[in-house]
């Protein structure tokens, strides 16, 4: 059985382009979250999704950040015009059952702006 | 608003070593708690579960206990090993979705 799924692992945008973040959660699967970890910081929240649903996006800023989960095909985080704060590691997690389930992490995506 | 304190930040020990990793949470109000490893440059590897339920969790030489009433886990590593270093990091739910989790203890055990 496949872990969780990312890619690519690693993404260099400059400054104004997009970032584009797969994730394939586990077989059998369908709850997906997103977490970042900026340089020196923990691990945050971001989004939280089911298929064709976003649940929960209370983590994710207002702007130029979204997010989907559709019927067909792995989750998408997507950065619009990246700025060098957007420099991080994005990860995706998945559940395979709603609410208080062991979520089970990908390798991330280290996503650096120049 | 749920916060996770791990002590200590960074731990340095010699091979062979048992060791206490500590983390505290404000809302005792928690279904489970998580310990996670993380490798430089890696994604996480979940380590052990606890439930609310629970008191304690083992997995080979990681033993995991749950004190909901005082806010506080440990993890317990026996008999440390160099392929032990790592990042450690605990996490609780949130609202039945989201993880908050702790900052993290490094820890390196030297060969």
């Known amino acids: 059985n496949a872990g969780v799924m990312q890619n690519p692992r690693h993404l260099v945008r400059r400054r104004g382009q997009e970032a584009r973040l797969r994730c394939s959660p586990m077989?059998?699967?369908?709850?997906v979250y997103w977490y970042r970890q900026l340089p020196e910081e923990g691990l945050k929240f971001m989004v939280y999704l089911q298929k064709e649903n976003i649940i929960d996006e209370s983590g994710m800023p207002k702007e130029r950040f979204s997010a989907e989960f559709p019927k067909e095909g792995p989750s998408i985080l997507r950065i619009q015009q990246v700025v060098r704060g957007d420099s991080a590691a994005y990860f995706c997690?998945?559940?395979?059952?709603?609410?208080?389930?062991?979520?089970?992490f990908g390798p991330g995506t280290r996503l650096t702006v120049t | 608003k749920q916060e996770v304190t791990q002590i200590p930040a960074a731990l340095s020990v010699p091979e062979g070593e048992n060791l206490v990793l500590n983390c505290s949470f404000t809302d005792s109000a928690i279904y489970n708690l998580q310990w996670f490893r993380q490798d430089p440059g890696k994604g996480l590897t979940s380590l052990l579960l606890?439930?609310?339920?629970?008191r304690e969790q083992t997995s080979g030489r990681l033993n995991a206990s749950l004190d909901k009433s005082s806010g506080r886990s440990t993890l317990y590593i026996a008999a440390s090993q160099p392929g032990d270093s790592a990042t450690y990091l605990c996490?609780?739910?949130?609202?039945?979705?989201?993880?908050?989790f702790g900052a993290g203890t490094i820890l390196r055990v030297k060969s």
């Open positions: 996490a609780v739910p949130v609202g039945g979705n989201k993880l908050v």
């Open positions: 606890i439930q609310s339920s629970q």
């Open positions: 077989k059998g699967h369908s709850h």
């Open positions: 997690a998945s559940s395979q059952r709603e609410g208080h389930y062991e979520q089970y």
